[in-house]
């Protein structure tokens, strides 16, 4: 089991960035697809992107290309979501989870391809 706590979230204005955080503990990180989600008030849980476990892969919403960037340091156990050019739209709570170990997650926007989540942190982002 492997265990995921984010951090990095807070207040920033349009236009500004942000990177969050996803450390693991437990067990070799380097196992484990890692996707991001996040969830707006009253809003579904959405897919914003994905890394493989080697890092050499990564996938995006499409709502997010270009602006966000997932990579990850398996030494340390940490995998980190660049966010620039943050807009009003991007607030959220932003989530990390881990796919099954030793298994590449095959649709990256689903959520029920990662097996275990964090507590999420809060991005929230001013006009």
């Known amino acids: 089991q492997v265990q995921l706590v984010e951090s990095g979230g807070g207040l920033v204005q349009a236009g500004g960035s942000l990177r969050l955080s996803c450390e693991a503990s437990g067990r070799t990180f380097s196992r484990y697809d890692i996707g991001w989600f996040r969830q707006a008030p009253g809003k579904e849980r959405e897919f914003v992107g994905w890394?493989?476990?080697?890092?050499?892969?990564?996938g995006y919403a499409d709502s997010v290309k270009g602006r966000f960037t997932i990579f990850r340091n398996n030494a340390r156990n940490t995998v980190s979501l660049q966010m620039n050019s943050l807009k009003p739209e991007d607030t959220a709570v932003y989530y990390c989870?881990?796919?099954?170990?030793?298994?590449?997650?095959?649709?990256?926007?689903?959520?029920?391809?990662?097996?275990?989540w964090g507590q999420g942190t809060q991005v929230t982002v001013s006009s």
């Open positions: 890394i493989s476990r080697s890092g050499g892969s990564t």
């Open positions: 989870a881990a796919g099954p170990a030793f298994t590449t997650v095959q649709r990256m926007d689903v959520m029920n391809e990662y097996k275990y």
